[in-house]
């Protein structure tokens, strides 16, 4: 019996979970997820997002992942109703031979009755206190720009602005709802049919490697691969529980594409499929470039054609094989002006001097050094 994936043992153990004194004050109690916030949580989603999260999503980010035993959420409430709330996602954080538990800090949201009372930093410092020395050695996660400025204050440090490339296979759908049909739409449409045609001509696959296609993606197998070149850069522990937890994810599609030479798996794509766009979510063997690439992404591209855009971190695949198909930068100017950053950010819990401690193995120079990452949108998106 695996006790990760048990539902009924993770459901008894979210009950009791809450240890945390709350936060009192004249308005606003702050204070960690209790048994039957799970509506409340979902309607201040629904207020901010415009829809409403299904429960299976909502059990999946926050009830069923594999590394702990409760709902990792801090918020806040007002007479009794949820009007802030901040989640964490847990992985397991690794660089060569060491690896340390870590959290994503997602899904703030500030009720917009409620902003400007300091709510976001007091359920995030709540964050911070629960989690300290605790169930994580650091906060890693990817805020806007107007996050980002907060969490600096708490502490965070600043990494990266995440580099992205795009093949944009239908770029009427990119342009401004007034022009996303008609004759302007229509002729940018054919100009990239046209020129991302002439990339997949003369960028053909090697033609080396037999490539399977798994609609279920086999996450022993995946975990196989990356185990036979782990990378010395920070990323997220690539273990068999970690991928069937994020590849259970609802409301997307995972696609797994494994090479194989004489019958051996060396190399494997995933994607992840939501609405019209096509995430290269992640790629294996870590931040190499491997032999089989060229032949995986062409598989990739093909079973795509009908997306909009498919888009890539700029770590999971070499840039020159990526310029082949047809991928361009987000610092691209026509592209920049429909690409928000996304800013990468870190926060130490254990051991924060910059020596590191016995519970951080690593310091927080280390860190917050760009080059010291390796980041697939395995780790960006959750």
Not at 29 to 57: A, C, H, I, K, N
Not at 276 to 305: I, K, R, T, W, Y
Not at 321 to 346: H, K, N, Q, W
């Amino acid at each position: 019996m695996d006790p990760y994936n048990e539902g009924a043992i993770r459901r008894r153990s979210i009950e009791m979970a809450s240890q945390q004194q709350p936060v009192e004050s004249d308005e606003y109690r702050v204070r960690t997820y209790e048994s039957g916030d799970r509506d409340g949580v979902l309607s201040l989603f629904e207020t901010q997002w415009g829809y409403r999260p299904g429960t299976d999503w909502f059990d999946w980010k926050y009830v069923d992942d594999p590394y702990l035993s409760h709902v990792p959420i801090t918020l806040a409430e007002q007479a009794g109703e949820i009007v802030a709330v901040q989640g964490y996602v847990p992985c397991r954080l690794r660089r060569g031979g060491r690896i340390v538990r870590a959290l994503k800090p997602v899904d703030a949201v500030v009720h917009p009755d409620h902003r400007r009372q300091g709510l976001y930093s007091r359920i995030t410092e709540l964050g911070i206190e629960r989690y300290r020395d605790r169930e994580a050695a650091l906060f890693f996660n990817f805020p806007n720009e107007a996050s980002l400025g907060a969490q600096e204050k708490l502490g965070w440090s600043e990494v990266t602005v995440v580099s992205m490339y795009y093949r944009v296979q239908r770029p009427g759908e990119l342009l401004p709802e007034e022009r996303s049909v008609g004759p302007l739409a229509d002729v940018a449409d054919v100009a990239a049919d046209s020129a991302l045609g002439l990339c997949d001509r003369f960028s053909p696959s090697d033609g080396d490697y037999e490539i399977e296609r798994y609609e279920s993606p086999p996450a022993d197998l995946l975990a196989s691969i990356y185990d036979s070149r782990i990378p010395n850069a920070f990323h997220a522990h690539r273990e068999a529980r970690y991928y069937r937890w994020l590849l259970e994810a609802p409301s997307v599609d995972h696609t797994a594409y494994v090479a194989r030479r004489g019958g051996r798996p060396v190399a494997a794509l995933l994607t992840r499929a939501d609405g019209g766009e096509v995430l290269l979510f992640d790629a294996v063997p870590l931040g190499s470039a491997h032999e089989a690439f060229p032949d995986l992404l062409a598989a990739v591209v093909a079973d795509n054609a009908d997306a909009d855009v498919l888009a890539v971190t700029a770590h999971t695949l070499p840039s020159t094989l990526l310029a082949r198909f047809g991928f361009v930068s987000y610092e691209t100017p026509v592209i920049s002006r429909f690409c928000d950053p996304t800013y990468m950010a870190v926060r130490p819990l254990a051991g924060e001097g910059d020596d590191g401690g016995e519970s951080l193995p690593f310091s927080r120079r280390a860190l917050a050094d760009s080059s010291n990452w390796c980041l697939s949108f395995l780790e960006v998106k959750d």
